[in-house]
């Protein structure tokens, strides 16, 4: 496990490779022996290359969704022998979790796939629970930043220029009910900053984006950043998520949450179309794609595809028992809705956008 967390410190494998997790005990214990042949000292398999370890990440992965559809489903003609493997196997899940907290607090270079450096910053604001991400290409010091938060963009402004980047874009996953977002204040901050949001918000922004479209930053430089818009309504009409294919992560506002999801109750929100979009847009990404929302409650920072596939509460039931789970929620309204909802619709400033 350490050697694989060192293979990624050094940009030779991406962090998503600490998501594979390990179901099948026959699997894990392979996955484990192949770990521990790699890094010791007296290594039978010397010949290591990230290819063929990434091969056997994706073989795991297609092991563990057949293991978890065997454990929704009782009639399916597939099932793994059970034996005393248990343990192994939560030893390398704990290994993996504490390896992920390991890389997390790390400040790692991320390569796109001509070799440029990326980076990514996940901010989070306290009293909304909050995360803004702010994203940025190095080789043209372009910007962008995901659902930034009035309170915090002292903070946000104050990191833009200690990077010395160009912010070309606030953009938003929707229109929040639980804070007042700050584009607008980062608008006034750096004058060539755009606001965005989808085109079926119903709110003020500079550039509306729509399903499939793209939204790119350092045009002019190699490789350009992009994110690929995918309309996620539920939570609200107008959500949209935006996937990183290059880096394998998506921002899913509040449509997907860690083992959670938006609730449907206000602002248009519906049950069926969450089941929908959650299920079409977001499931059918690859299961190593992480996921980056807007909110969380319990201190959990990212997920994956895969973990949110299988481990959701909300997510792995049917249908009929989504939109029944949604319809008992009973959370009380946010607490600053009242405030909250009429300023995001003009760009968090009542007056100039
Ligand atoms: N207590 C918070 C609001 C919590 C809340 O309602 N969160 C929303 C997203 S912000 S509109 C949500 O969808 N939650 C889903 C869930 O299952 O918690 C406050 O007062 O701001």
Known sequence: MA???LLITNNQLLPETLRIWLFSSQACESMFRTARSMSGTFSSVVNFSVTEFLRRAEKLSVLQTIKSEVESNPDFPFHFPSHHKQEIERIVQHEF???RELVASLNITILNKVGNPIAMDELFENQSSTYTYLLADSTTKEALIIDPV????ERDAKLIQQLGLNLRYAVNTHVHADHITGSGKLKALFPGCQSVLSNLSGAKADIYLKDGEFIKIGESGRTPLALECRATPGHTNGCMSFVWHDYGAVFT??????????????QQGSADSL???IHSKLFSLPDHYLVYPAHDYTGQTCSSILEEKTLNPRLTKSREEFIQIMANL????????DKALPANLVCGLQGDL
């Open 150 to 153: 009035i309170d915090t963009v």
């Open 330 to 337: 009973n959370l009380s309204y946010p607490k600053q809705i």
């Open 97 to 99: 979790a504490d390896a």
């Open 3 to 5: 050697y694989i967390t």
């Open 275 to 277: 089941f929908t979009s």
């Open 253 to 266: 506002g509040d449509a997907l949450l860690i083992r959670g999801c938006g609730r449907t109750d206000f």
